[in-house]
């Protein structure tokens, strides 16, 4: 038994040692693609969320436009609507 657990000591701190190194030598680098892989990302969505939000805001005013529009011009567009069905076609 004796024998067993002065080589069994020595090979699990190799073993250990082998795993933090490999760690350090594939998880590091990988993690650190991936941190920027994710930063590019994040990058590509704020973009396309700032064309949403300027196309938003572009709708935002032609309907603000039309609004208007059909606000002042009201009473006349009605006037004007009931005109065109009074006219005969031809």
Known sequence: MAFDSVFLIPILAISVGLV????????????????????????????????YAAQTEHLEQRVRVLERILTDRGVDLSDEIEQLRDTPLN
């Not at 590091?28 to 969505?45: D, G, H, I, N």
């Open 20 to 51: 933090a190194v490999t760690g350090g030598v594939i998880v590091r680098p990988w993690l650190a693609f991936k941190e920027r892989q994710l930063a590019s990302e994040a990058t590509m969505v704020a973009e396309k969320a700032a064309q």
